[in-house]
């Protein structure tokens, strides 16, 4: 069956970079759309990112527009979240998630939590300062 595995996260400074890794097993990437979803301590879980590599079509919400990047492993099925210029706001769990892509025009299908067939067990992310 498709699992999410992510990885990655950890504590840093206000500044500093972390590279998340989702690794997609028991599928093809690009089969999916995949998301990138955060929740802060109290908050509820919200998408910020999304990809695909059928056409490597992207999304970002404005907050981190410019700070993270998304890139991808066709061979190692996996999608990589580069952070930079990281914030205290940017502490959250961040978990990566699998929306069928199908005949959806961009990767934004992802970012719709009622489509997404696959969770991440998530990885922490903590910014100090």
């Known amino acids: 069956e498709v699992q999410l595995v992510e990885s990655g996260g950890g504590l840093v400074q206000t500044g500093g970079s972390l590279r998340l890794s989702c690794r997609v097993s028991?599928?093809?990437?690009?089969?999916?759309?995949i998301g990138w979803y955060r929740q802060a301590p109290g908050k509820k879980r919200e998408g910020f990112f999304c990809?695909?590599?059928?056409?490597?079509?992207?999304y970002s919400v404005e907050s981190v527009r410019d700070r993270f990047t998304i890139s991808s492993d066709n061979a190692e099925n996996t999608v990589y979240l580069q952070m930079n210029g990281l914030r205290p706001e940017d502490t959250a769990d961040y978990y990566c998630a699998a929306a069928p892509r199908l005949a959806a025009p961009n990767c934004l299908v992802v970012l719709e939590s009622s489509l997404v067939d696959y969770w991440g067990k998530g990885t922490l992310v903590t910014v100090s300062s």
């Open positions: 990809f695909s590599s059928r056409d490597d079509s992207t």
């Open positions: 028991g599928g093809t990437l690009d089969y999916y759309a």
